[in-house]
Each structure stands twice: as C-alpha cells, then as structure tokens.
Nanobody
Framework: VQLQAFGGGLVQAGGSLRLSCAASGRTFSAYGMGWFRQAPGKERELITAISWNGASTYYADSVKGRFTISRDIATNTVFLQMNSLKPEDSAVYYC??????????????????WGQGTQVTVSS
C-alpha cells in the first residue's frame, strides 16, 4: 500500500490542524493504520493507531484527549485531528500501515509501509 500524508503547517499554540493520509494500492481495509511523529533529535514515536474498522484505537499519553484518529474506508483515507496543540507537538508526522488489520498490541516494528512526512510546527 502506498501512503501520502498532507495537511501539516504552522499553527499557534492552542490551535488545531487536521492531517490526512491517502492510501492507494492494496486493500486499505487489510491494514491497521497509525500516525507517528519525529521531532529533531528525538526518536520516531507512535502516537495513535486505529484498526481496520475503527473499532480499536490507541493513543499515546502525550496526545490522549487532544488528538483523534479516524478513517474512511470508502475514500481510503485516515485522518488525525489535532486540537489544543502545544509547541512540543512540533514534529514531522508520518502515517503508516500495520501488518495486521486489528492487532491486539500496537508495536512500531509491525508497521510495514510508510508515507512521506508532513511538517507540523506549533508556535508559542
């Protein structure tokens, strides 16, 4: 599956952004999907993920309550709604496809396909 993320940009602290990730190629519903981010000098971290049908989601503590992941199987798109943004949310954001459609545990190493990153910058 090929992935393309877009929607990043510059926003003030407290603001919102919505990222989108368009998938093409193999059957979109065969994959769980996730969003990662990587800030300068830091490791890439998994921040949220969603099962093929949306029934199961995962959120890292750092984004819980502020970010929402969703997906639209009809349009092969996964979304990341980011609210109450903080300067520490600034990073390159990546979408990725998991090897399983509905894993019981979300591990970064099980993501097998990556989109190009989109930059999110939150100013204070």
């Amino acid at each position: 599956v090929q992935l393309q993320a877009f929607g990043g940009g510059l926003v003030q602290a407290g603001g919102s952004l919505r990222l989108s990730c368009a998938a093409s190629g193999r059957t979109f519903s065969a994959y769980g999907m996730g969003w990662f981010r990587q800030a300068p000098g830091k490791e890439r971290e998994l921040i949220t993920a969603i099962s093929w049908n949306g029934a199961s989601t995962y959120y890292a503590d750092s984004v819980k309550g502020r970010f929402t992941i969703s997906r639209d199987i009809a349009t092969n798109t996964v979304f990341l709604q980011m609210n109450s943004l903080k300067p520490e949310d600034s990073a390159v954001y990546y979408c990725a496809a998991h090897r399983n459609p509905s894993p019981t545990v979300w591990l970064a190493r099980d993501f097998v396909s990556w989109g190009q990153g989109t930059q999110v910058t939150v100013s204070s």
